[in-house]
């Protein structure tokens, strides 16, 4: 099979419901994903009990929707997970599943399909492990996603500054020099598919915390890009979504250890390997500049509206 460029399109299974239209609205209807080890440890009855089940810790709720971990476990095995699930979605997406049930309209469902075609176009990113959406009766729609818990990994801001810290200045300078490498790569390979990531943030992006004490010998693919719920593919309004892009990195990447050299240099790799013609032109540096100072003047406003999840999570 090819590899699909559109990271929004939901792949029908075997197994997908079917059923009349009067059924789905008077009774309902599911549409689930999961993964081969999902009921091992959440059990056979998991759909009954999957939008109640308390979570272990590090719960934050808010506005109809909560996340938290979840450790399942089967005898001394153990599955961790971060456990998104949406209990009041609108009323019109209801609607819309109940009319096309083999579509996902859930947030959960939705970035299920994002995880799976970023793995499939080779991005480091955490496993999806489950996920589904619970329509009707009468148009109400629920849903969740579970993703593996990443153990042992820090997020940039945090890795950072733990870095500048812990090594020496010499090592610290190569050690940047490739992370910045990598973090380059990674924007260019979604961008030059004309796909955004849309909060691509410091936070974002979770490196195993050993890295921080000591410089691997190569850095890609060590680099983990989470949060992936409003990846999407736009080949025509591209370039607003690559300036808002590249200005939220800038903008989160004020932290301990970041220099403007630092800056320089990801803008130098990220516009190397295009296809032929497709090299972001300097035009674009004064416009993410511009973004990046709102997001600053914003902040200022408001700091809470900086994005950085507090969670150690994947999800």
């Not at 979770?206 to 190569?218: D, V």
């Not at 406003?301 to 994005?307: E, I, N, T």
């Amino acid at each position: 099979m090819s590899a699909n460029p559109n990271p929004s399109l939901f792949r029908p299974e075997v197994g997908d419901p079917v059923s009349s239209f009067w059924r789905r609205v008077r009774q309902g209807v599911r549409l689930l994903r999961r993964q081969a080890d999902w009921e091992r440890f959440a059990g056979e009855s998991w759909t009954e009990s999957i939008m109640t089940v308390p979570l272990t810790d590090r719960e934050h709720s808010k506005q109809g929707r909560s996340i938290g971990r979840k450790v399942f476990a089967d005898g001394r095995d153990k599955l961790s997970v971060y456990l998104k699930r949406h209990y009041r979605l609108p009323r019109l997406h209801g609607l819309l599943a109940t009319l096309f049930p083999g579509r996902a309209w859930s947030p959960g469902l939705q970035e299920w399909a994002h995880l799976c075609w970023a793995k499939e176009h080779g991005f480091p990113v955490p496993r999806p492990v489950a996920a589904g959406q619970f329509v009707g009766p009468w148009g109400r729609l629920q849903g969740f996603l579970a993703v593996e818990e990443l153990h042992g990994m820090l997020p940039l801001h945090e890795a950072v500054p733990r870095a500048a810290r812990t090594l020496d200045p010499r090592t610290f300078a190569r050690w940047k020099r490739g992370l910045v490498a990598e973090l380059a790569r990674l924007s260019r390979e979604l961008h030059r598919r004309h796909v955004f990531h849309k909060d691509l943030y410091f936070c974002h992006f979770y490196i195993p915390e050993a890295l921080a004490r000591t410089p691997p010998s190569g850095w890609t693919n060590r680099v983990v890009m989470i949060d992936l719920h409003r990846l999407a593919r736009h080949p025509l309004t591209g370039p607003w979504w690559q300036i808002k892009d590249l200005a939220q990195l800038l903008f989160s990447s004020e932290v301990e250890g970041v220099t403007a050299r630092d800056r320089v240099r990801f803008w130098k790799l990220y516009r190397r390997h295009w296809p032929a013609g497709r090299a972001p032109g300097e035009w674009i540096r004064p416009l993410v500049k511009w973004k990046w100072q709102r997001y600053r003047r914003h902040n200022q406003r408001k700091p809470s509206a900086v994005p950085y999840d507090q969670q150690r999570s994947a999800a």
